[in-house]
């Protein structure tokens, strides 16, 4: 009764104006509320939002924030990646990566090959960072960093794995320190530079802090990796105090555990002449220092050395990662430009800088601009590759980038979909390119699905082609097993069909190298434990379509509810109305 006389009344009466305006004010304040909310709550993250005209379906979420793919045999998943132009000649060498992030199932280190395929993937607890090959003692090692992540900087471990996939050696810094998750650079002397987080006292009043508080000091070491013997420590605080830093205090600085973050130190390099080159991210600082700790020059910040021949674009670097020495006096870095800041429409870029030491000049010789404006709130590297060509990955967009040397792109892959790149929902702090062989000591995996067998080896790099094998049915006792098929590797796993024999009773899989020598076998499998087709691998929900969905719902309630309301006003109005005026009982009737 009641909702009948909300709509289609009668609309020809006369607006009572007191009973309109008591309505009005309450509208009013509900608009401002709503108004405030989606100003403060929803509007910003429309801004991070990155829709240009012309994006893949990839790229406009069509497959998800960070498509991933399954595997029969193998309980991970793994991005699918776009490489774009298509058939673009990029280096065909192996990428390392660590995704992780909320579209992320299960992050950890791992390799893709030059067409995206997962090579090996590790399920790794805590966060895991800096992931790349380094050489050692004449070996090539898998490097990274693991432990737990806390407001921007670790406490843990730094990992190094052999062919096998086996640690060889756990770093961890000389005295009571910890290992931050930002860098380990393994020197030719086989030796390893560190960066380490203090939290140490501090007299913050210069920044508005407390005179008794915290600050994270960036502490260098370098140490022997087979003795842990201290070689070299170098730590910030010494050459820059709070207030060089650009970051706000936000609160921060009262707690040992909750330190103001000043300098953020994120990358620690040293060249063949023995000069350390760290960059303070906070302080916007690339800083050189000698063999005894003596700083020799500041690039950037507020203790700036240098001229800039570039119009501020040598010196004016903000919010940086990963500065690394080419040369005597040239060096590489990720100039981010941005921190955070939803709003700021600044693009992130390579730079590749010549400095004129003795006359104290900084010029860039080359830019690396990715044709999209890519914003990199944090994180990001850039990696100069054999060729000369450059690697640059965008950090918290989760993209990577190889350049000619002259900054032209040569091919550009993503790993999530970049129109929402800037929600952080795949990320991986650095990207890098190199050559690797893995031969792990487990056994390739198999499953088998209908009429097909899946075969995949986390980790091994020489498998050329798979063979099956079945027993001849002779001597259970001492097995005899005969190859039937051979089948190419096609990717991480490779599919080869089931000969549909029923006398079949056991076979298994050998992995082939190029020579045709054997590398391993899987254990011996029955035909019978086949499993039916999993038909959950169909393509997920694109997050535009959800997107748009959600619009229409929201705008369809929306015009629901503004109709509504008019028609609510109206019939308050009859109400107020219809008891003026008792004769009007048909009105009246309706009105409980
Ligand atoms: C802290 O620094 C301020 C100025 O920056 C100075 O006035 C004050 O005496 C310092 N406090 C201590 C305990 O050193
Ligand atoms: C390696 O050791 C040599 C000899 O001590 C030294 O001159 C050189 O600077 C060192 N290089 C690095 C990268 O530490
Ligand atoms: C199993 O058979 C092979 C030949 O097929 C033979 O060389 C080997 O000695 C046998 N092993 C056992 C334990 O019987």
Request: with cysteine.
């Given at each position: 009764m009641?909702?009948?006389?909300?709509f289609g009344?009668?609309?020809?009466d006369?607006?009572?104006?007191r009973v309109?305006?008591?309505r009005l004010?309450?509208i009013?304040i509900?608009?401002?509320?709503?108004l405030?909310?989606?100003y403060?709550?929803?509007l910003p993250?429309l801004?991070?939002?990155?829709?240009?005209?012309?994006?893949?379906?990839?790229?406009?979420?069509f497959y998800?924030f960070?498509p991933?793919q399954?595997?029969?045999?193998?309980n991970?998943?793994s991005?699918?990646?776009?490489?774009?132009?298509?058939?673009?000649?990029?280096?065909q060498r192996?990428?390392?990566?660590?995704?992780?992030?909320d579209?992320?199932?299960h992050?950890?280190?791992m390799?893709?090959?030059?067409?995206g395929?997962?090579?090996?993937?590790?399920?790794?607890?805590g966060?895991?960072?800096d992931?790349k090959v380094?050489?050692?003692?004449g070996?090539d090692?898998?490097?990274?960093?693991q432990?737990?992540e806390?407001?921007g900087?670790g406490r843990?471990?730094w990992?190094?794995?052999?062919?096998?996939?086996?640690?060889q050696y756990?770093?961890?810094?000389?005295?009571?320190?910890?290992?931050?998750l930002?860098d380990i650079?393994?020197t030719v002397?086989d030796?390893?530079?560190l960066?380490?987080?203090?939290p140490?006292?501090?007299?913050l009043?210069?920044v508005g802090?407390?005179e008794?508080g915290w600050?994270y000091?960036?502490?260098v070491?370098e140490?022997?990796?087979?003795?842990?013997?201290?070689?070299?420590e170098w730590?910030?605080s010494?050459?820059?105090?709070p207030e060089?830093?650009y970051?706000e205090?936000?609160?921060?600085g009262h707690?040992?555990?909750?330190?103001?973050?000043?300098?953020?130190?994120n990358?620690?390099?040293k060249?063949?002449q023995?000069?350390y080159?760290?960059?303070?991210?906070h302080?916007?600082t690339?800083?050189?220092?000698d063999?005894?700790g003596e700083?020799l020059?500041?690039l950037?910040?507020?203790?700036?050395?240098?001229?800039d021949l570039s119009?501020?674009?040598?010196?004016?670097?903000?919010?940086?990662?990963?500065a690394?020495w080419?040369?005597e006096?040239?060096?590489?870095?990720?100039?981010?430009?941005?921190?955070g800041?939803?709003?700021?429409?600044?693009?992130?870029?390579?730079?590749?800088l010549?400095?004129?030491?003795?006359?104290?000049?900084?010029?860039?010789s080359?830019?690396?601009?990715?044709?999209?404006g890519?914003?990199?709130?944090?994180?990001g590297?850039?990696?100069?590759l054999?060729t000369?060509?450059?690697?640059?990955?965008?950090?918290?967009s989760?993209a990577f980038?190889?350049?000619?040397?002259?900054?032209?792109?040569?091919?550009?892959?993503h790993?999530g979909a970049?129109?929402?790149f800037?929600?952080?929902?795949?990320?991986?702090?650095?990207?890098m390119k190199?050559?690797?062989?893995?031969?792990p000591d487990?056994?390739p995996?198999?499953a088998m699905?209908?009429d097909?067998?899946?075969v995949?080896w986390?980790g091994?790099?020489e498998v050329d082609s798979?063979v099956?094998e079945?027993?001849d049915g002779?001597?259970?006792?001492?097995?005899?097993?005969?190859?039937?098929?051979?089948v190419e590797?096609?990717g991480f796993?490779?599919?080869?069909?089931?000969?549909?024999?029923d006398g079949i009773?056991y076979y298994?899989?050998a992995?082939i190298?190029a020579?045709?020598?054997?590398?391993g076998?899987?254990?011996?499998?029955?035909?019978?434990q086949?499993?039916a087709?999993d038909?959950?691998f169909?393509?997920?929900?694109?997050?535009t379509a959800?997107m748009?969905?959600?619009?229409?719902?929201?705008?369809y309630?929306l015009y629901y509810?503004?109709s509504?309301r008019?028609a609510?006003?109206?019939a308050?109005?009859?109400?107020?109305?219809?008891?003026?005026?008792?004769?009007?009982?048909?009105?009246?009737?309706s009105?409980?």
């Amino acid at each position: 009764m009641r909702l009948n006389s909300w709509f289609g009344r009668n609309r020809n009466d006369q607006p009572c104006k007191r009973v309109g305006l008591r309505r009005l004010i309450p509208i009013l304040i509900l608009g401002i509320g709503a108004l405030s909310l989606f100003y403060h709550y929803a509007l910003p993250h429309l801004f991070r939002l990155r829709f240009h005209l012309g994006l893949s379906r990839y790229d406009l979420g069509f497959y998800g924030f960070a498509p991933s793919q399954r595997y029969h045999s193998f309980n991970e998943q793994s991005p699918i990646v776009q490489i774009s132009p298509a058939g673009a000649k990029c280096d065909q060498r192996y990428t390392f990566l660590a995704p992780r992030g909320d579209s992320v199932e299960h992050p950890g280190p791992m390799i893709i090959d030059a067409k995206g395929e997962l090579v090996w993937m590790k399920n790794n607890w805590g966060t895991t960072q800096d992931f790349k090959v380094q050489h050692y003692k004449g070996q090539d090692y898998l490097s990274y960093w693991q432990g737990d992540e806390e407001d921007g900087h670790g406490r843990g471990s730094w990992y190094m794995l052999d062919s096998k996939y086996t640690p060889q050696y756990i770093i961890t810094p000389a005295g009571e320190l910890e290992g931050d998750l930002h860098d380990i650079q393994i020197t030719v002397n086989d030796t390893a530079i560190l960066s380490i987080y203090e939290p140490i006292p501090a007299n913050l009043t210069s920044v508005g802090g407390p005179e008794e508080g915290w600050l994270y000091e960036g502490v260098v070491q370098e140490i022997d990796i087979e003795s842990g013997e201290l070689l070299f420590e170098w730590r910030s605080s010494h050459t820059y105090p709070p207030e060089d830093s650009y970051q706000e205090l936000a609160g921060k600085g009262h707690e040992r555990t909750l330190g103001f973050d000043y300098f953020h130190m994120n990358s620690v390099d040293k060249d063949d002449q023995g000069r350390y080159l760290v960059s303070g991210r906070h302080t916007h600082t690339i800083t050189c220092i000698d063999s005894n700790g003596e700083v020799l020059w500041t690039l950037g910040g507020k203790q700036n050395d240098f001229t800039d021949l570039s119009e501020g674009v040598a010196t004016g670097f903000k919010w940086q990662h990963d500065a690394r020495w080419h040369g005597e006096n040239q060096i590489t870095l990720f100039d981010n430009m941005v921190n955070g800041a939803a709003f700021n429409t600044e693009a992130s870029r390579g730079l590749w800088l010549e400095l004129d030491l003795p006359a104290r000049e900084a010029k860039v010789s080359q830019r690396y601009d990715h044709p999209l404006g890519i914003m990199t709130v944090s994180q990001g590297n850039l990696q100069v590759l054999d060729t000369g060509n450059v690697l640059v990955g965008w950090g918290h967009s989760s993209a990577f980038t190889e350049f000619s040397h002259d900054g032209e792109v040569v091919c550009d892959t993503h790993f999530g979909a970049s129109a929402y790149f800037n929600f952080g929902r795949i990320v991986s702090y650095r990207v890098m390119k190199g050559s690797w062989v893995g031969t792990p000591d487990t056994l390739p995996d198999i499953a088998m699905v209908g009429d097909s067998v899946f075969v995949s080896w986390n980790g091994a790099t020489e498998v050329d082609s798979w063979v099956l094998e079945v027993w001849d049915g002779e001597n259970i006792e001492n097995m005899t097993f005969n190859a039937v098929d051979k089948v190419e590797r096609s990717g991480f796993e490779t599919r080869i069909p089931f000969p549909s024999d029923d006398g079949i009773s056991y076979y298994r899989v050998a992995a082939i190298n190029a020579k045709g020598e054997v590398l391993g076998r899987t254990e011996i499998y029955s035909p019978q434990q086949a499993v039916a087709e999993d038909t959950s691998f169909g393509p997920p929900l694109g997050v535009t379509a959800i997107m748009l969905f959600s619009l229409v719902c929201l705008l369809y309630g929306l015009y629901y509810a503004v109709s509504r309301r008019k028609a609510h006003i109206g019939a308050l109005y009859q109400l107020v109305r219809s008891k003026e005026d008792d004769s009007d009982s048909e009105r009246g009737g309706s009105s409980v």
